[in-house]
């Protein structure tokens, strides 16, 4: 067999989508007391097919997008609370969660891969291997991870370290970035990035990814000095330097606010929503309803673009054996050719 390099354009893969958030608000909210199925809102969120996952101490349970009606049990196993990570592909409303492996007795975690979820919600297939092991935490503060849910990708940002895990969806490839900005980056920014986490034992916090066309951002909820949330802001984690910048407001900055709790989030492109749960409802989503553990969904607007081409190589063709043997006489023949003329000029230049 032989390779051949052609000239012209060779097939590339699709170019990475851009995309981003471009609001959200509290109108046309749905919501739903989560208690009775699902219990404490300590879990993650995900959203898949037409259902949003919201995963509590007790169970994961799946509701309806539209309405939070038809709530169904998953066959999530939410034994490990901590190791419950449900993270969303954006792209094509396809949920997943994280496997990983507990290092010794601290909360550090060896990421090995993902397990699919189906439309339903429930585990389905084979558990996708990732590129290559990812670590989330350290002795010196073992709760540093933001999980962010993108388009056609999952984002690990390690804020104590400052690295960043780009990896793309479905297939597992991890694209480590270094220099990515870290916690201490906005410790005297207002709002400070939140640290629920810190107080409430959790390993991670989960958020959503950007890209656009080149650097990746990560939108999270933020908090005061009084480690009360304010609302979710964009930080730009490839430019350190760069201020936090507002996205949604939960409401006045106040102690015991009934939005207190709001720690996580995802949204839904294919239904212009995003999702979230807070404990005791929330007045802007729930009026004066009494809730326990309030789940919901509200607006949202997305941009969503194709990103540009990646440069094309060369393409290779494959002769096949009888092109291997006229590539090996054309050779030699050119080679012949050149001894033959080196010989006449030696004869010329003696006679």
Same mark, same amino acid.
């Given at each position: 067999m032989?390779l051949v390099?052609l000239?012209?354009?060779a097939?590339v893969?699709?170019?990475?989508?851009?995309? &981003?958030?471009?609001s959200?608000?509290t109108?046309?909210?749905?919501?739903?007391?989560?208690?009775?199925?699902?219990?404490?809102d300590?879990?993650?969120?995900?959203v898949t097919?037409t259902?949003?996952l919201f995963s509590?101490?007790?169970?994961t349970?799946?509701y309806d997008?539209?309405?939070?009606?038809?709530a169904?049990v998953?066959?999530?196993d939410?034994?490990n609370n901590?190791n419950?990570?449900?993270?969303?592909d954006?792209k094509t409303?396809?949920?997943?969660?994280?496997?990983a492996?507990?290092v010794?007795d601290d909360?550090? @975690?060896?990421?090995? *891969?993902?397990?699919?979820?189906?439309?339903?919600?429930?585990?389905s297939?084979?558990?996708?291997?990732?590129s290559?092991t990812v670590t989330?935490g350290?002795?010196?503060s073992?709760?540093c &991870?933001?999980?962010? %849910?993108? @388009?056609?990708?999952v984002?690990?940002?390690d804020g104590c370290? *400052?690295?960043i @895990?780009?990896?793309?969806l479905?297939t597992g490839?991890?694209?480590?970035i270094?220099?990515?900005?870290?916690?201490?980056?906005?410790a005297? %920014?207002t709002?400070?990035?939140?640290n629920?986490?810190?107080?409430?034992? @959790?390993?991670a916090?989960?958020g959503?990814?950007?890209?656009?066309g080149?650097e990746?951002?990560i939108?999270?909820?933020?908090?005061n000095?009084?480690?009360?949330p304010l609302?979710?802001?964009?930080?730009?984690v490839?430019?350190?330097a760069?201020?936090?910048?507002?996205?949604? %407001?939960?409401?006045?900055?106040?102690?015991g606010?009934?939005?207190?709790?709001i720690w996580?989030?995802?949204?839904s492109p294919?239904?212009?929503?995003w999702?979230s *749960?807070?404990?005791s409802g929330?007045?802007?989503?729930?009026?004066?309803? &009494?809730?326990d553990?309030?789940?919901?969904?509200?607006?949202?607007?997305? %941009?969503i673009?194709?990103g540009?081409a990646?440069?094309?190589?060369?393409?290779l063709?494959?002769?096949?054996?009888?092109g291997?043997a006229?590539?090996?006489?054309?050779?030699?023949?050119?080679?012949g050719?050149?001894?033959?003329l080196?010989s006449?000029?030696?004869?010329t230049?003696?006679?």
């Amino acid at each position: 067999m032989c390779l051949v390099a052609l000239s012209g354009t060779a097939s590339v893969a699709a170019a990475t989508d851009i995309f &981003s958030v471009t609001s959200l608000t509290t109108d046309s909210a749905v919501y739903v007391d989560a208690n009775d199925l699902a219990g404490d809102d300590d879990g993650f969120l995900g959203v898949t097919g037409t259902k949003f996952l919201f995963s509590g101490d007790t169970a994961t349970v799946a509701y309806d997008l539209s309405d939070m009606g038809n709530a169904t049990v998953t066959d999530v196993d939410n034994g490990n609370n901590d190791n419950n990570w449900l993270f969303s592909d954006l792209k094509t409303q396809t949920s997943y969660y994280f496997v990983a492996d507990q290092v010794g007795d601290d909360d550090i @975690y060896d990421v090995t *891969g993902f397990q699919p979820l189906n439309q339903a919600g429930n585990v389905s297939g084979a558990v996708i291997a990732l590129s290559e092991t990812v670590t989330i935490g350290n002795e010196e503060s073992d709760e540093c &991870s933001i999980f962010a %849910s993108g @388009y056609g990708r999952v984002v690990i940002w390690d804020g104590c370290l *400052g690295v960043i @895990y780009d990896i793309e969806l479905p297939t597992g490839t991890v694209t480590t970035i270094n220099d990515a900005a870290t916690y201490a980056d906005y410790a005297t %920014s207002t709002p400070l990035l939140l640290n629920y986490w810190e107080v409430n034992n @959790y390993v991670a916090q989960l958020g959503v990814a950007e890209f656009d066309g080149s650097e990746l951002h990560i939108l999270a909820v933020a908090e005061n000095d009084n480690n009360y949330p304010l609302g979710i802001y964009r930080y730009d984690v490839q430019d350190p330097a760069a201020a936090p910048t507002e996205l949604l %407001s939960f409401g006045p900055d106040v102690e015991g606010a009934d939005y207190a709790d709001i720690w996580k989030f995802t949204v839904s492109p294919a239904t212009n929503q995003w999702c979230s *749960g807070a404990e005791s409802g929330w007045a802007a989503i729930s009026g004066e309803d &009494s809730i326990d553990e309030l789940a919901f969904c509200a607006s949202a607007t997305f %941009s969503i673009s194709a990103g540009p081409a990646p440069e094309p190589e060369p393409e290779l063709a494959d002769t096949g054996a009888d092109g291997a043997a006229f590539l090996t006489i054309g050779a030699l023949a050119l080679l012949g050719g050149a001894t033959l003329l080196l010989s006449a000029r030696r004869r010329t230049a003696t006679s």
